[in-house]
């Protein structure tokens, strides 16, 4: 990604290109080249928005010249501003660019262009997104977020409409969509057919490179073109700007660093590599280059930032699976390595942040719950994949993280945080309540679960006492409708905030595939 060259920069090439082509030599070949040109081949996407920049996504069908122009109008009448960035093969030709200096609180269209390498003057025909910036003042603002898409095998059946939950979610109109992890399940084929539990079956669309589970780059990267074969995908990405996360199944299930791929999922016929780490790595590539993640200059492959919102919203988006220790029993008593889940670092940033941020909500977007219990290995019941050690006790494992950072934030007077998650494929409100709690040093807060958006539905997950969590709402299969139910059955889950600008009361709505409100409440904010 590079900053955006100016207007005279961006005129001079083309100018200098279209002197080339006027020689006689060169116009026979100029002119058959032309049916040929560039193509865009899977959508345009935008994220990481704030109230004066933006990152815009494309990618061409063979190494070329991304060229962006922008404007504050549809018509295009005044563009504000052009450059370039290159997608090249090392990226898989995929290009993204920052757009700065955007005007706050406005729409702001975006038009993409591939130019060939060898003849500039030959180009792709044109694409428009748009986004709309972060205000300035106390503008009303509505998001949404989820998690988990084109899990469990269940891809893109165009027959029962494909991936419904982005239309539902476009029909809402939000300013910016937070995905809570899971973004791809590079570990999950996608097969030609599935049977569904009424006997019917399921018919996916296939691809090459999600016949196996993802190892190398291509396997990686075909997972993210497989999601952006679907036409709800594709008209949801250029109208609503994408802030990601990410979790296990951007590389495998329930990973954690150095972990080596020995369970039964990684045997060799499955897997070659048996290292996560190195999946991670190749992973990890994949996710920047796919996704319009604003990287951090000083660390390009770091997952956890913040993004201010305006003055009634900063959101911090949070990355429990990269520094986390080892899955396991959980038992250890004092904090060190074994108990990692942000790791110190990370959770340094996010305490200096939260006490630095002057919005008035502080909303925490995190890839994993934190009182729900996650089981490593269902099949024997065994080991801690979140932060729930399940035993409703003081903190130990990966509680100790989460205490010092609760206990934390009411010392230091944080108010107004709030928790957003997905990870367990149902949807659920939850209430942290002290006075009910084994761990009692921290103010009160509300925890809302949201997902998936296309993957089996499971649950409902005990929840764990330690940080006292109420259940007061949630919807997930009866034990009569058994578990991993598809997406047809409508069990597809979004969550829905809106924050007035005027009262500064924030509304959080859950909802389902049809866009069903199932459960609603509204937060007052606290000043003192």
């Not at 995929?94 to 038009?111: C, D, H, S, V, W």
């Not at 006997?199 to 016949?211: D, F, L, P, R």
């Not at 997406?487 to 007035?500: K, N, R, T, Y």
Request: hydrophobic share 40%; proline share 7%.
């Amino acid at each position: 990604m590079t900053r955006l060259p100016t207007r005279r920069r961006f005129l001079t090439t083309a100018m200098a290109a279209t002197a080339f082509a006027g020689f006689d030599g060169i116009k026979r070949p100029y002119l058959s080249r032309a049916a040929d040109r560039p193509a865009i081949t899977h959508g345009l996407q935008s994220g990481d928005v704030t109230n004066d920049s933006g990152v815009v996504w494309a990618r061409a069908d063979r190494p070329a010249r991304m060229l962006v122009e922008w404007s504050t109008t549809e018509s295009f009448k005044h563009v504000q501003d052009a450059g370039f960035v290159d997608a090249l093969p090392e990226t898989d030709c995929t290009a993204k660019m920052l757009l700065e200096n955007l005007p706050a609180g406005e729409q702001i269209f975006y038009r993409i262009r591939f130019a060939d390498f060898a003849w500039p003057t030959i180009m792709s025909e044109a694409m428009v997104g748009r986004f709309r910036t972060a205000p300035a003042d106390r503008r009303s603002l509505t998001f949404i977020w989820s998690g988990d898409t084109a899990g469990q095998g269940w891809g893109i059946d165009e027959s029962r409409g494909g991936m419904r939950t982005y239309a539902t979610m476009l029909r809402n109109r939000p300013d910016f969509f937070v995905h809570s992890g899971d973004n791809i399940y590079a570990d999950g084929p996608i097969a030609a057919e599935q049977m569904m539990p009424n006997g019917e079956t399921w018919k996916n669309i296939v691809t090459e490179e999600k016949a196996k589970p993802a190892e190398t780059p291509a396997e990686f990267r075909g997972n993210y073109k497989y999601n952006l074969l679907d036409k709800n995908v594709l008209a949801f990405n250029r109208e609503v700007p994408i802030f990601s996360q990410w979790d296990d199944h951007e590389v495998t299930n329930n990973w954690w660093p150095g972990e080596p791929l020995t369970r039964p999922e990684h045997r060799r016929e499955n897997y070659v590599e048996q290292n996560a780490l190195e999946l991670a790595s190749r992973a990890a590539r994949a996710f920047h280059e796919y996704l319009p993640v604003h990287p951090v200059p000083a660390e390009p492959g770091r997952v956890y930032r913040q993004i201010s919102y305006g003055p009634l919203l900063d959101l911090f988006i949070l990355d429990m699976r990269s520094y986390r220790g080892p899955n396991g029993e959980g038992r250890e008593e004092r904090y060190g390595p074994a108990a990692y889940f942000l790791a110190p670092t990370q959770l340094a940033w996010l305490k200096r942040a939260l006490i630095n941020s002057r919005a008035t909500w502080k909303v925490i977007a995190a890839d994993q719950p934190l009182g729900l219990l996650v089981v490593d290995d269902p099949a024997r019941n065994w080991g801690v994949e979140a932060v729930a050690q399940g035993d409703n006790g003081a903190p130990r494992g990966r509680e100790l993280e989460i205490a010092d950072l609760l206990a934390f934030t009411k010392r230091a007077g944080i108010r107004n945080t709030v928790w957003l998650t997905a990870d367990v494929h149902y949807t659920a409100a939850h209430y942290y309540d002290p006075n009910k709690a084994a761990f009692a040093d921290f103010d009160p807060f509300w925890e809302f679960v949201s997902g998936p958006i296309h993957a089996g539905t499971f649950g409902p997950n005990t929840l764990d006492g330690t940080f006292g969590p109420q259940l007061v709402y949630v919807k997930a299969p009866s034990q009569e409708q058994g578990q991993n139910l598809p997406p047809s059955f409508g069990l597809q889950f979004f969550g829905q905030v809106s924050i007035d600008g005027s009262s500064e009361m924030m509304t959080v709505t859950l909802k389902d595939v049809d866009d069903n409100a199932l459960w609603s409440t509204e937060l007052e904010p606290r000043f003192y």
